[in-house]
């Protein structure tokens, strides 16, 4: 039997492309305060947030966009998000999903040009009303990015409560010194990701994808039942 936490987790998936519909800060407060309850070790509550909309969030995405067309190889991730060599089954995973994506885009491998226009819809936010980025103190540790985890999968889960839909970027990783100038981010903080919050749009074909997730006969095991 699905109740509506199931639902909520279960229809929350990574949105690109989105209605220019605007969220009141009402509701991304309401949704943030909800995510708030998130767990976090000794009450740190290790989660920093800038919610932008309007001209800000403009900002952002042209200076964030030129960067991207102009001097990508100028810039790096601050941390390693991926391992350099990625393993079976880990690997065949990321390549279904991405190609998945393509295919429903009409981008074939090899259309370089496609697909850098493609990536760089990131630094858009997909063209989502709102978009957030993600910061956390540098001197804190391992379990509190785990707390942080954490809350993040709370907004995305409390979004779906509210109507609305999201989409996790670590791609404004990349680009964290943007980021950190265009909003005055302090050298203390990291940028952990970003991610677009609006309203869906169902006529966009990159919505039509359903990613596969693996049985729990894949990943689990039972003692003592």
């Known amino acids: 039997m699905t109740n509506a936490v199931d639902e909520a ?3 929350r998936r990574s949105v690109r492309a989105f209605l220019p519909t605007p969220v009141p800060r009402e509701t991304v407060e309401h949704i943030l305060a909800v995510a ?14 800038r919610a932008l909309s309007g001209e800000a969030l403009a900002k952002l995405c042209r ?16 941390y390693t998000y991926y391992p350099a060599e990625i393993p079976e089954p880990y690997i065949t995973r990321r390549r279904k999903v991405g190609w998945d994506l393509y295919g429903l885009l009409g981008i074939k491998k090899g259309e370089r040009e ?3 226009v493609q990536h760089g819809r990131n630094y858009l936010f997909f063209d989502a009303p709102v978009g957030l980025i993600f910061t956390i103190d540098k001197v804190l540790e391992q379990g509190s990015w785990l707390d942080f985890g954490m809350f993040i ?9 509210q109507g609305l839909h999201t989409c996790p970027q670590a791609a404004w990783v990349k680009f964290h ?11 203390s903080e990291e940028v952990v990701c970003g991610m677009a919050l609006g ?3 169902e006529r966009a074909p990159e919505n039509a994808l359903v990613t596969e997730r693996e049985p729990v006969s894949g990943f689990a095991t039972f003692s003592g039942f």
Do not use: F
């Open 177 to 187: 010194r943007v980021v950190i100038d265009v909003l005055d981010i302090p050298d």
């Open 9 to 11: 987790i279960i229809s």
């Open 153 to 161: 999968q709370n907004v995305m889960v409390a979004a779906r409560g």
């Open 36 to 49: 708030s309850r998130a767990p976090s070790g000794t009450n740190i509550q290790p989660w920093k947030v």
């Open 114 to 116: 496609k697909t850098h």
């Open 63 to 78: 200076t964030a966009s030129h960067a991207h067309d102009t001097e990508a190889d100028q810039h790096n991730y601050s």
């Open 199 to 201: 309203h869906i749009d």
